[in-house]
Structures are given as structure tokens and as C-alpha cells.
């Protein structure tokens, strides 16, 4: 065992998940108190890694990697939230036999639940009943899941996540890989991991060279990333370690009220993601899951953000498209904010300057 692997994997032992442990690293406020004793009562999982909780503004209770990591009173709150979230938003309901471990909204892709643990249990977490709460209790059959890809030969594509999958070992992770590309109708493999930016220390040499190759099956992997100060130089290298594993890296960030929604941090973010290599992908509106409701905000939110602070701001490589995921799939949120008007001869545009030009309207 190389002493990378072995940090890794003791970073997931020595998890900061007590009121003790954050005492470390914090002057923890009473808020946050009330919020760990209410979350412990009622047995719902918290914490991050030390590498992650070193970020926090030990002094700033609205610190926000803080926001993310400690558990809040206002997590009680559910006057938006969907009860029994998940079931609707993943089709668990219908009359489709599916293994627990497998997810679907789309007709030629699925998401693929290899487990319900994570390196860092996100305050905000979509999946907060299985893998937060754990209400929900899913059966994680890796081998039924499997078979039930194997069985359906529309599925091209397949989104490995939970949880997050890089949290299994290299041997489950190298065997899950080498099945999936063995299944003749299986084009491409997704990898879902908070792992580059809140346990950068995964990316081995040992997993490196499980993902490494030019395969008929390609790896995709997307990572989540909320606020430019979660972005170190041990996340860049992570991320160029990926990459010359011909891995591309993409980011799904979440917008989420007091955190990113302004457009300063808003900019910074998606401009650092580029500095180290990260393509933002998504930005999604905050879905809604129960518990949540304090992290929302308006729904055109997003859409001004990019406006405001990408559109003509800075490069378009760090402009998301702005989705919010539903039961139907992702459905785009973004507006015609540079479209002012048309005519029968012209469109009329308008940038980021507010400077109008004019475009030909072509007939059909």
C-alpha cells in the first residue's frame, strides 16, 4: 500500500463528524450546536474530511464551505420540499421493474447507485433521504445492477454515482469499470465524485492507472464544486493527474442562496474551475428535495448570474448551462436575455454591454 492510498483512505477514517472534532478546526457558534444536536438525535449522517474542513473560516459561521458541511436547525424546515423526493425524481414509482441501484429519467441512459456513502455529506444533498436522513434503504447490488444494464440494450450510457463511487475501493471500482465495458451496448461510462474537491488525495497512482487507456468505452467524470475557495492547488493537481489519464473533468455546481448566488463569487468560481482545468457543465437551480429550503432561491437566479457575471464577462468555457433535474429529465432555465425583439425582416440582439445589433430573420 503506497502512502497515497494510505492518506486517502485515512482522511475516510478520521472523518470530522462530531461536535468534538469540528472543535478543531472551528470556534463552532451556538447555532451550529443546536444544528449537530438535532442532526444526532435524529441519526441523520454529517461530516467531511480534515483535508476539506481545514477550509472552513474558522471564525465565520457563514463561512461557506462551512454551510456545506455543518448541519443546520433550518434543516427542519420544509415548506418546498417534495415529501418522498426521490422516488418521484428517479421513476421509483412506476411500473418499470428496476433494481434499487438503478435510477432513470431518460430512455437511452441511467444513473447507477453503487453506494449511499460519501466523502463529505453535503447539506444540500438531492439524495438527502437515502444517503443524509437515510429514511430511504436501498439495496446497492452491484451484480443485479449489472445484469439489469446488460438486459436493456437501449442503454448507451451509464452514470456510476451514489453516494460517491470513489469512496469503494480500487479493486470495486477497476471490477465495476471491466464489467460495464464488457456489455456490447454500453458507450460510455460517467463517474459522479465530490472526490477531486473534497479528497483530492484519492486521485492515486494506483486508480490512475485503473482509469488510464484509450478504450472503445471512455470515462467521463463530472465533480462538484459550489465556491471558489473549495479550489487548491492539491484539487488542480488531482484534476492534471485525471487529465493525463484521459479523463476529461467536468463541473456540477448547485446554486445555492448566501453561497454562490451573487456575482462576484459567482464569476470567481467558474473562473478558477477553468484555472485548474475544471469545465463547468451544469449549474443546477436547487432541486426540491425536503430540508433544503433555506439553500433556494428564486428560480431566474441562475439565469441572471450568467448573464451578469459569464455571458461577455469572461471566456464562454466557463459559462454552465443552467438546468434544474426533474422526473422528466433536465430541462434548461435559461431565458432569451440577449433576444430583444423581431421582426419580419430582423431580429434585434442585444450583449452583455447593453450595445444592440442586428441579425437577418431567414424564412423557413
Not at 459522479?192 to 471512455?218: E, F
Not at 484534476?239 to 470567481?268: H, M, R, S, W
Request: charged content about 25%.
Amino acid at each position: 500500500m503506497t502512502h497515497q492510498m494510505e492518506e486517502w483512505m485515512r482522511q475516510l477514517e478520521s472523518s470530522v463528524n462530531t461536535l468534538e472534532k469540528l472543535q478543531n478546526y472551528v470556534t463552532v457558534s451556538p447555532g451550529e450546536v443546536r444544528g449537530i444536536k438535532v442532526a444526532e438525535e435524529e441519526g441523520v449522517r454529517w461530516g467531511t474530511t480534515p483535508y476539506f474542513a481545514s477550509l472552513m473560516d474558522p471564525k465565520d459561521p457563514d463561512c461557506p464551505i462551512r454551510r456545506q458541511i455543518v448541519p443546520s436547525v433550518l434543516e427542519q424546515e420544509n415548506r418546498y420540499g417534495v415529501e418522498n423526493y426521490l422516488e418521484w425524481k428517479e421513476n421509483r414509482l412506476t411500473d418499470e421493474h428496476r433494481p434499487d441501484c438503478i435510477a432513470r429519467q431518460y430512455h437511452d441512459r441511467i444513473a447507477f447507485l453503487v453506494t449511499d456513502v460519501c466523502a463529505m455529506y453535503c447539506r444540500h444533498c438531492f439524495r438527502k433521504e437515502l444517503v443524509v436522513v437515510r429514511g430511504l434503504r436501498f439495496r446497492f447490488d452491484i451484480e443485479e445492477g449489472l445484469q439489469w444494464i446488460r438486459d436493456h440494450e437501449e442503454i448507451r450510457d451509464v452514470l456510476v454515482t451514489g453516494g460517491d463511487p470513489f469512496v469503494l475501493s480500487d479493486d470495486k471500482i477497476e471490477y465495476l469499470i471491466a464489467q460495464l465495458r464488457e456489455i456490447p451496448h454500453v458507450q460510455m461510462i460517467r463517474f459522479g465524485t465530490r472526490t477531486p474537491i473534497v479528497l483530492p488525495q484519492r486521485i492515486t497512482p494506483a486508480l490512475k492507472k485503473i482509469l488510464s487507456g484509450n478504450h472503445r468505452v471512455p470515462i467521463w467524470l463530472n465533480t462538484h464544486c459550489n465556491h471558489p475557495k473549495e479550489i487548491t492547488e492539491e484539487t488542480a493537481r488531482a484534476v492534471y493527474d485525471l487529465l493525463t489519464c484521459g479523463i476529461n473533468v467536468g463541473n456540477q455546481a448547485v446554486l445555492l442562496k448566501g453561497i454562490n448566488d451573487d456575482p462576484e463569487t459567482f464569476k470567481a468560481l467558474h473562473q478558477k474551475l477553468i484555472s485548474v482545468r475544471i469545465r463547468p457543465y451544469y449549474l443546477f437551480y436547487c432541486e426540491p428535495a425536503p430540508g433544503i429550503d433555506h439553500f433556494r432561491t428564486p428560480v431566474e437566479k441562475g439565469a441572471e448570474l450568467i448573464r451578469d457575471a459569464i455571458r461577455g464577462h469572461t471566456t464562454g468555457l466557463a459559462q454552465p448551462m443552467y438546468v434544474v433535474a426533474t422526473r422528466i429529465g433536465k430541462i434548461m432555465l435559461m431565458p432569451y436575455y440577449s433576444y430583444v425583439e423581431k421582426s419580419d425582416n430582423e431580429y434585434t440582439l442585444r450583449n452583455y454591454k447593453g450595445e444592440i445589433t442586428t441579425l437577418p430573420n431567414i424564412p423557413e
